[in-house]
């Protein structure tokens, strides 16, 4: 009955929507690399992980708190307290830089987003209205953090091709996943999570176009570009919109000062 969910449209990148993480990284060995993961104590953070210490990868675990790590620690080396994706990425960019160039290994940030960024607040990024509890619209505020990590993205891209940095950062979309993500919707996700597990993708597949960026080397030079299943899509605005972009990586230094 549910056979059509199960197809496979091969794209360029010779894998499909439903390919996971295990066979598009199958055969690369990622000893001696070393991979900081943040939300890695469950869903596609948690599955990234341990994909990415199956191929030899040191994994350093970004979670909240010590005790969500010890649930997957499998193959797991050491748990970092959870930081601002934005300082946490500023505050290992030189030492990814200066690695990059002494090693001749090419540094790479993956930037989870989302297809949602294209449905946002009219504004695109409310600067004067982050915390304006009145105007908040959950599905525009959620558009809005992936619009973010987009324009993030591509401005650290931008930045790192004008120094001639050998650290490469692309963004992606993972699809539409069963995680924890719905936890808050109370007795709307006891309704809803029989039908979700029939019709999305699974954390193998979510975490799968996270670890091909991260590892495939079909992928080494490629740099401010958005994935969707292992390909590059064109994005639409105001995700092309470089101004903006520039005006929000101001606003989140300011922000850590």
Same mark, same amino acid.
């Given at each position: 009955?549910?056979?059509?969910?199960?197809?496979?449209?091969?794209?360029? +990148?010779?894998?499909?929507?439903?390919?996971?993480?295990?066979?598009?990284?199958?055969?690369?060995?990622?000893?001696?690399?070393? &991979?900081?993961?943040?939300?890695?104590?469950?869903?596609?953070?948690?599955?990234?992980?341990?994909?990415?210490?199956?191929?030899?990868?040191?994994?350093?675990?970004?979670?909240?708190?010590? +005790?969500?790590?010890?649930?997957?620690?499998?193959?797991?080396?050491?748990?970092?307290?959870?930081?601002?994706?934005?300082? *946490?990425?500023?505050? *290992?960019?030189?030492?990814?830089?200066?690695?990059?160039?002494?090693?001749?290994?090419?540094?790479?940030?993956?930037?989870?987003?989302?297809?949602?960024?294209?449905?946002?607040? =009219?504004?695109?990024?409310?600067?004067?209205?982050?915390?304006?509890?009145?105007?908040?619209?959950?599905? *525009?505020?959620?558009?809005?953090?992936?619009?973010?990590?987009?324009? =993030? +993205?591509?401005?650290?891209?931008?930045?790192?091709?004008?120094?001639?940095?050998?650290?490469?950062?692309?963004?992606?979309?993972?699809?539409?996943? &069963?995680?924890?993500?719905?936890?808050?919707?109370?007795?709307?996700?006891?309704?809803?999570?029989?039908?979700?597990?029939?019709?999305?993708?699974?954390?193998?597949?979510?975490? &799968?176009?996270?670890?091909?960026?991260?590892?495939?080397?079909?992928?080494?030079?490629?740099?401010?570009?958005?994935?969707?299943?292992?390909?590059?899509?064109?994005?639409?605005?105001?995700?092309?919109?470089?101004?903006?972009?520039?005006?929000?990586?101001?606003?989140?230094? +300011?922000?850590?000062?």
């Amino acid at each position: 009955m549910f056979g059509f969910l199960k197809q496979r449209r091969q794209t360029p +990148s010779g894998f499909s929507s439903s390919s996971a993480a295990e066979e598009v990284t199958a055969g690369i060995d990622g000893s001696g690399l070393v &991979a900081i993961v943040t939300g890695a104590s469950s869903g596609i953070g948690a599955e990234t992980c341990r994909v990415l210490a199956l191929r030899g990868v040191r994994v350093v675990m970004g979670v909240r708190t010590p +005790s969500a790590g010890e649930r997957v620690k499998e193959e797991i080396v050491k748990n970092v307290p959870a930081a601002g994706h934005f300082l *946490l990425t500023n505050l *290992l960019l030189e030492k990814m830089k200066i690695t990059a160039m002494e090693s001749g290994i090419e540094g790479r940030v993956v930037i989870v987003a989302s297809d949602s960024y294209k449905h946002t607040y =009219r504004e695109g990024i409310r600067f004067d209205k982050l915390n304006d509890a009145s105007g908040y619209k959950g599905i *525009l505020a959620y558009g809005q953090s992936k619009l973010a990590n987009i324009l =993030r +993205s591509n401005e650290l891209s931008c930045r790192l091709k004008e120094e001639d940095a050998k650290v490469v950062v692309n963004s992606l979309h993972p699809g539409v996943v &069963a995680t924890n993500i719905t936890r808050h919707l109370g007795i709307i996700k006891d309704i809803l999570s029989p039908i979700a597990k029939l019709v999305l993708r699974g954390v193998e597949q979510g975490a &799968a176009t996270v670890c091909y960026l991260a590892l495939h080397p079909q992928v080494a030079g490629v740099t401010g570009k958005y994935f969707v299943d292992f390909n590059a899509v064109e994005l639409k605005p105001p995700a092309t919109d470089k101004e903006l972009s520039k005006k929000l990586w101001d606003f989140s230094v +300011s922000l850590l000062q």
